[in-house]
């Protein structure tokens, strides 16, 4: 009986230790490939309303545009 408990044991030891190996090498290399990005500041169109972060936005006379034609349209509107 003692010969039995000991080999569960070692499989459990081994499958353990083949397991944490495998989490902390899954786990460095997911952490090479993840780009992190810094939180970026979101603007509203002026337009729509649709929110967008600023370095996709357009600016013009302190207002922000999600597109080109946003900014066409809110131009016509003004004249």
Request: glycine share 6%.
């Given at each position: 009986?003692?010969?039995y408990l000991l080999l569960i044991g070692l499989v459990w030891a081994v499958w353990w230790f083949w397991r944490k190996s495998r989490m902390s090498s899954?786990?460095?290399a997911a952490s090479?490939?993840?780009v992190q990005r810094d939180a970026e500041r979101m603007v509203q169109c002026t337009r729509c309303g649709v929110n967008q972060?600023?370095?996709e936005s357009i600016l013009v006379k302190g207002r922000y545009y999600c597109?080109?034609?946003h900014l066409d349209d809110s131009a016509s509107d003004d004249a």
């Open positions: 009986m003692t010969k899954r786990g460095s090479h490939t993840t972060p600023v370095s597109s080109a034609a």
